[in-house]
């Protein structure tokens, strides 16, 4: 395997697990108060455009990762909306 496509798997793996532990936390506490849904949201929209641009080049390391990342969003969206103060 090339240097350059272990780095960018690497890369891609480290970003995809970045927001892991506020998910598990959010899960363990069941509070989000205090998690930002702007920032989740631009997350969101940055690796469902990353994942489409791994569509556009079929470049499969971006497409996996940034759908792990987008599913990760998407679950943290929930769980904003699930225990949030109402």
Do not use: H
Not at 50 to 77: E, H, K, Q, R, V
């Amino acid at each position: 395997m090339e240097f350059k496509l272990v780095v960018g798997i690497l890369a891609g793996v480290l970003t995809a697990l970045a927001t892991v532990p506020q998910v598990f936390k959010t899960i363990k506490t069941k509070k989000a108060k205090n998690v930002s849904l702007f920032m989740f949201l631009v997350l969101l929209a940055g690796n469902a455009i990353w994942c489409y641009y791994g569509i556009l080049i079929m470049d499969w390391p971006i497409i996996i990762t940034n759908a792990f990342s987008a599913t990760m969003d998407i679950l943290m969206l929930f769980l904003k909306y699930r225990y949030s103060d109402r």
